[in-house]
């Protein structure tokens, strides 16, 4: 066919040849639109977002298979290799500004006189797939289903980041761990303790299982063992003999090794709670920008995967009566309360000992060491 394709404007960019994409979206760039074509940005400062067409005008030879980063072959349509029969590049980035032709944007990864083909606004309603609330009232887990058949490890990064409160690498392995076991075992998950997830750690890893699987605390198909690895077993009940455990080898190493100035940062600011107001926000920035990089690695880098894992469960969880404490008259498990006197309490009312969950794991905490209390 005839060469249908017109350049309405160049991109002016700090990096003169490719970078990490990354990098290279995190900084600010401009387009400057050709005089010819200015009229066609009238109002386009009303739109907070734009689709940027360009031509990759330094692309390599066309090739339909390859290697991703950290060498993740697929073939060139379902990746995002510049290397294409047609070099033609679709990014969305955010307008900052726009002063006359000139458009200042964030998130642009095209090198400094990249061709511009077309500009077009943002449209949630036409560019992400259809979510509306019907759908997501008959089967809540649609979007995530969908994301684990797909692959989409960013899109879930970035999901299950709304829940744990911010990006960091061992949420990123958590979800890189709940991904592939759904894929492993083709499961789905509607929350009803068919599948069950065995973690044995509470560390961040735990919250990106949660997301990804679908197994929580709430839903009775979460359980914690203490063992303080960082590890899931994944596993149905119809089958709890075909298992699959994903361990996080050299947890400290991975991030010692690769992303020296994200370790050292993490214990300056974590461990030994010394950092300063900017380290902590330094660290913030290279969590992320270590949890995004990971997301991208094939698990078998930072995993050992094991299939075939029996599983010893526990029955399905019963459902208990209530009872009231006669002391603070709370509504309390039956099963959890502590009879004295023919009377039941709960057991922040009497002096006994139960069990506790924090940063530390699992222990046994005396009633003397509690600071909870009852409403009087």
């Given at each position: 066919?005839?060469?249908?394709?017109?350049?309405?404007?160049?991109?002016?960019?700090?990096?003169?040849?490719?970078?990490?994409?990354?990098?290279?979206?995190?900084?600010?760039?401009?387009?400057?639109?050709?005089?010819?074509?200015?009229?066609?940005?009238?109002?386009?400062?009303?739109?907070?977002?734009?689709?940027?067409?360009?031509?990759?005008?330094?692309?390599?030879?066309?090739?339909?298979?390859?290697?991703?980063?950290?060498?993740?072959?697929?073939?060139?349509?379902?990746?995002?290799?510049?290397?294409?029969?047609?070099?033609?590049?679709?990014?969305?980035?955010?307008?900052?500004?726009?002063?006359?032709?000139?458009?200042?944007?964030?998130?642009?990864?095209?090198?400094?006189?990249?061709?511009?083909?077309?500009?077009?606004?943002?449209?949630?309603?036409?560019?992400?797939?259809?979510?509306?609330?019907?759908?997501?009232?008959?089967?809540?887990?649609?979007?995530?289903?969908?994301?684990?058949?797909?692959?989409?490890?960013?899109?879930?990064?970035?999901?299950?980041?709304?829940?744990?409160?911010?990006?960091?690498?061992?949420?990123?392995?958590?979800?890189?761990?709940?991904?592939?076991?759904?894929?492993?075992?083709?499961?789905?998950?509607?929350?009803?303790?068919?599948?069950?997830?065995?973690?044995?750690?509470?560390?961040?890893?735990?919250?990106?299982?949660?997301?990804?699987?679908?197994?929580?605390?709430?839903?009775?198909?979460?359980?914690?063992?203490?063992?303080?690895?960082?590890?899931?077993?994944?596993?149905?009940?119809?089958?709890?003999?075909?298992?699959?455990?994903i361990h996080v080898?050299?947890?400290?190493?991975?991030?010692?090794?690769?992303?020296?100035?994200?370790?050292e940062l993490f214990?300056?600011?974590?461990?030994?709670?010394?950092?300063?107001?900017?380290?902590?926000?330094?660290?913030?920035?290279?969590?992320?920008?270590?949890?995004?990089?990971?997301?991208?690695?094939?698990?078998?880098?930072?995993?050992?995967?094991?299939?075939?894992?029996?599983?010893?469960?526990?029955?399905?969880?019963?459902i208990f009566e209530?009872?009231?404490?006669?002391?603070?008259?709370?509504?309390?498990?039956?099963?959890?309360?502590?009879?004295?006197?023919?009377?039941?309490?709960?057991?922040?009312?009497?002096?006994?000992?139960?069990?506790?969950?924090?940063?530390?794991?699992?222990?046994?905490?005396?009633?003397?060491?509690?600071?909870?209390?009852?409403?009087?």
């Amino acid at each position: 066919m005839d060469d249908p394709l017109t350049q309405i404007g160049t991109v002016h960019s700090a990096f003169e040849e490719p970078a990490d994409p990354d990098e290279m979206r995190s900084r600010e760039s401009t387009i400057v639109v050709d005089p010819d074509y200015e009229a066609g940005l009238y109002r386009i400062e009303d739109t907070d977002h734009l689709k940027i067409v360009f031509f990759l005008h330094e692309a390599d030879e066309p090739t339909l298979r390859g290697p991703r980063r950290y060498g993740v072959e697929r073939g060139t349509f379902a990746c995002r290799s510049p290397n294409r029969p047609s070099p033609i590049g679709t990014t969305t980035v955010e307008l900052l500004e726009r002063d006359g032709r000139q458009l200042r944007v964030s998130g642009l990864d095209a090198i400094d006189g990249t061709p511009v083909l077309d500009i077009k606004p943002y449209a949630p309603s036409l560019d992400q797939p259809d979510t509306v609330d019907e759908d997501r009232r008959t089967t809540p887990r649609g979007r995530v289903e969908r994301a684990i058949r797909n692959r989409s490890h960013r899109e879930l990064l970035l999901r299950t980041g709304e829940i744990h409160g911010h990006l960091c690498p061992y949420l990123a392995l958590g979800v890189m761990a709940g991904v592939h076991a759904m894929r492993e075992l083709g499961a789905t998950s509607e929350g009803m303790e068919d599948l069950v997830a065995v973690v044995e750690t509470n560390s961040c890893f735990a919250d990106g299982v949660q997301y990804v699987t679908g197994c929580t605390f709430g839903n009775n198909a979460l359980i914690y063992r203490d063992y303080g690895k960082t590890a899931v077993t994944l596993v149905s009940r119809d089958d709890p003999d075909d298992g699959v455990r994903i361990h996080v080898r050299e947890r400290e190493g991975i991030i010692e090794r690769d992303y020296p100035e994200a370790s050292e940062l993490f214990e300056r600011v974590v461990s030994e709670r010394e950092g300063t107001p900017v380290e902590r926000e330094r660290l913030d920035e290279r969590w992320a920008e270590v949890a995004f990089d990971l997301i991208e690695r094939p698990i078998f880098d930072c995993c050992d995967v094991e299939t075939g894992v029996s599983v010893a469960l526990p029955e399905k969880a019963p459902i208990f009566e209530d009872a009231v404490c006669s002391d603070c008259g709370e509504q309390v498990m039956a099963p959890k309360t502590v009879e004295r006197d023919g009377e039941q309490y709960c057991r922040g009312c009497v002096d006994v000992p139960y069990c506790h969950l924090d940063g530390r794991g699992l222990s046994r905490i005396e009633a003397s060491e509690s600071s909870i209390g009852h409403p009087q």
